[in-house]
């Protein structure tokens, strides 16, 4: 009974880092602002939007457009322009979100902007993982990199190997996707990014499981489990508990224990309100039973 793991291993970068209450705040300052002030004001709220209303995020982006055009302000319109591509990027509209990524990226260039070209490329690379060209998306990923090489310390190039660490786990080669994400976890040490070290250790697990070598991924998931619950990441924390069940399963001769950490799993997905991951879970757990001969406990869970 093969089971595979859960990924939680993507992460995008932002230019910028905006919570809801300063939103608030400019959303309160906006109708006074004018002039390059509220094109600032409409570029930070179209992204503060982006991920949760993308008709707000995609008006506020087209008014700051049309300002930043209007004034030949050529960060701010390709600040605008690369917010809309995130906004299409959340709600899944891949090819729209590529156009505006690609017009942002030709702006960015022309302003000899490397820090937002890592941005982009790396925003594109994700388009391309998302839309299944690995290839292209590893090519992008690469020139985010190159843009990014300024700082190699950074939160971003950590995030970004990443995201080549995923790529490399698609196409069936973990070895590269280990070199990737120990390069990412040696960089998240150094910069203290315990959630983002975490997730590397989930794909670190997950590419050595991959490779058969289950021991050493059920390390690295119990260093990913113990930070996530260290920071109380509960959904994250469950995607582990469920990644770990799995190893229990494939290795054959410890089943019971894999029905401990199902039912661990169900237990926080069912406090969350996760039905679609509980499904998951409880379809591992009725495989296990089956192999158990737990005929009744298989069906109840399948049911």
Not at 240 to 256: F, M, P, R
Request: charged fraction near 20%; hydrophobic fraction near 40%; include cysteine.
């Amino acid at each position: 009974m093969k089971v595979f793991g859960l990924n939680i291993l993507l992460l995008v970068i932002f230019f910028s880092s905006f919570g809801q209450s300063a939103a608030d705040s400019l959303l309160l300052k906006l109708p006074q602002l004018s002039g390059s002030e509220r094109t600032e004001a409409l570029v930070q709220l179209s992204l503060a939007y982006a991920r949760i209303d993308s008709t707000r995020s995609l008006s506020y982006a087209d008014e700051a457009i049309d300002l930043a055009t209007s004034a030949g302000d050529s960060l701010h319109l390709a600040m605008a322009v690369y917010n809309q591509g995130e906004c299409r990027y959340f709600f899944d509209a891949y090819e729209r979100a590529l156009q505006n990524y690609e017009l942002a990226c030709t702006i960015f260039e022309q302003l000899g902007d490397s820090a937002m070209l890592g941005d982009t490329h790396n925003a594109i690379g994700l388009v391309h993982y998302y839309t299944g060209e690995y290839n292209l998306a590893a090519t992008h990923f690469y020139k985010s990199l190159g843009y990014l090489a300024k700082d190699p310390l950074s939160e971003e190039v950590a995030h970004v190997y990443s995201n080549l660490g995923l790529v490399f786990l698609k196409i069936g080669e973990p070895q590269r996707a280990i070199h990737n994400f120990r390069h990412a976890a040696g960089i998240n040490t150094q910069i203290q990014d315990s959630s983002s070290l975490a997730v590397n250790f989930n794909g670190l697990g997950i590419s050595f499981f991959n490779m058969e070598q289950f021991d050493s991924s059920k390390v690295y998931y119990n260093k990913a489990l113990h930070l996530f619950r260290q920071l109380e990441n509960h959904q994250r924390e469950a995607i582990v508990l469920h990644n770990i069940a799995t190893i229990y399963v494939n290795t054959g001769d410890s089943l019971q224990q894999a029905l401990n950490w199902y039912e661990q799993t169900i237990e926080v997905f069912d406090a969350l309100g996760d039905l679609r991951s509980k499904a998951h879970a409880l379809d591992g757990l009725g495989g296990v039973h089956r192999e158990l001969k737990n005929y009744k406990k298989a069906v109840a869970a399948f049911q």
